[in-house]
């Protein structure tokens, strides 16, 4: 999974999306969950990101949360 997450963050950049406050990630992890289904997997793929350096440790708590 981890090398999954890692070829997408070559093709897709979040750092447009770096000027978004905590809120904003909240709002993306809802988002998230509800697609999937399960918070647990939002988790994961979060930490996935997150062990990726796709997205900073704030991000990955506010999705998260």
């Known amino acids: 999974m981890k090398e999954s997450v ?3 963050s070559q093709t897709v950049s979040l750092e447009q999306y770096s000027h978004f406050s905590i809120r904003g990630y ?3 992890g ?3 969950t509800s697609i999937m289904q399960t ?3 939002a988790t994961i793929i979060t930490l996935t990101a ?3 350096k796709i997205i900073t440790l704030d ?3 506010g999705i998260v949360i």
């Open 6 to 8: 890692e070829l997408i």
């Open 59 to 61: 991000m990955a708590l």
């Open 39 to 41: 918070s647990t997997g």
């Open 26 to 28: 909240v709002l993306i």
């Open 50 to 52: 997150l062990s990726a």
């Open 30 to 32: 809802a988002i998230i």
